[in-house]
């Protein structure tokens, strides 16, 4: 069982930046895929970030690659979105996940099983 708490969430102006940060508890931080989810509303669940467990390759969508970073410090069992250039199109709740399934292809997925219970990032224009 693994649970994951978001925070870091809150209002920031386009072109600025925020930092999210998603704290695990349970055992085997480093087994888990870990990732990013956002939901706008109205619209559909997307895929935002993905990391593998050691934290060697990291997945991203073009909609936020060169403007987002995935990280993750495995000895603290925490996992990072640094989010730069902020879009109001980024505004959205923001979803910490988990999985033991390779993170290349979560932009497939909906099935990932473990879900933080979001933090709402809004952007102003």
């Known amino acids: 069982q693994v649970q994951l708490v978001e925070s870091g969430g809150g209002l920031a102006q386009a072109g600025g ?3 999210l940060s998603c704290a695990a508890s349970g055992r085997s931080f480093s087994s888990y895929a870990m990732g990013w ?3 706008a509303p109205g619209k559909a669940r997307e895929f935002v970030a ?3 467990g050691s934290g060697d ?8 690659k060169g403007r987002f970073t995935i990280s993750r410090d ?3 069992n925490t ?3 640094q989010m730069n250039t902020l879009k109001p199109e980024d505004t959205a709740i923001y979803y910490c996940v988990a999985d ?3 993170p290349r292809g979560w932009m497939y997925l909906r099935d990932l099983r473990y879900w933080g219970q979001g933090t709402q990032v809004t952007v102003s224009e």
């Open 57 to 64: 390759m990291t997945f991203l969508p073009d909609s936020v």
């Open 50 to 52: 993905s990391i593998t």
């Open 79 to 81: 996992l990072y979105l």
């Open 74 to 76: 495995n000895a603290k």
């Open 37 to 39: 989810f956002r939901q």
């Open 100 to 102: 033991v399934r390779p």
């Open 17 to 19: 930046s925020l930092r």
